[in-house]
């Protein structure tokens, strides 16, 4: 029962994060749709600001995806740990519980 709560928990999770990032794209959409729309004149402050938004917001999940083979590495890594500690674990308790002397 519990693998089917944790599973439940993860698809929340993960449904979560989907909706808040298609909320972000869907934002960045008509908001830079609209931003030169709504009256801004080219070089104003309310133009410079509005792209200052736009450009930090696209630079943000850019910046985040050239990092995403160090988060591939570092995850990889984690799961091979976990799966050397669950062999370890096996042995062990094949073995009787012992220790590691011959």
Known sequence: ??????????????????????MGLLFLIIYGNLSTNLGFKSGSVGYNNTENVIGNLTAGATQFFTFSG???????????????????ALVRKTSG???FSS
């Open 1 to 22: 029962m519990s693998a089917e709560k944790a599973l439940k928990g993860a698809e929340g999770i993960f449904l979560a994060l989907l909706t808040i990032g298609l």
């Open 97 to 99: 519980g012992g220790g």
């Open 70 to 88: 160090v988060w591939f590495i570092l995850t990889a890594i984690t799961i091979l740990i976990g799966i050397v500690l669950g062999v370890i």
